[in-house]
């Protein structure tokens, strides 16, 4: 079942199946390693929900509520 990313609760993990974005912003997220195929984990999100925190490939980073909403994922 395909969501976005800003759907998962904190701790949960995913796959990323694709990200529906202008080409320079998709870019800038596969330049971080949201690439399609790749685990990607919630760690926690700010107090009023934005920004999300993520692990990818063994980095953390930060992303905002509405980049996420464009990162399709499937759940593990």
């Not at 904190?10 to 790749?38: C, D, K, N, S, W």
Request: aromatic share 4%; proline share 5%; net charge neutral.
């Amino acid at each position: 079942m395909t969501r976005t990313l800003a759907l998962l609760s904190p701790g949960e993990r995913a796959v990323v199946r694709g990200i529906q974005a202008e080409t320079e912003f998709a870019l800038r997220l596969m330049e971080l390693g949201l690439t399609p195929g790749t685990e990607v984990a919630l760690i926690r999100r700010a107090p009023f929900g934005d920004p999300l925190e993520l692990a990818v490939r063994g980095s953390h980073f930060s992303i905002r509520r509405s980049e996420a909403e464009r990162i399709h994922v499937d759940g593990l």
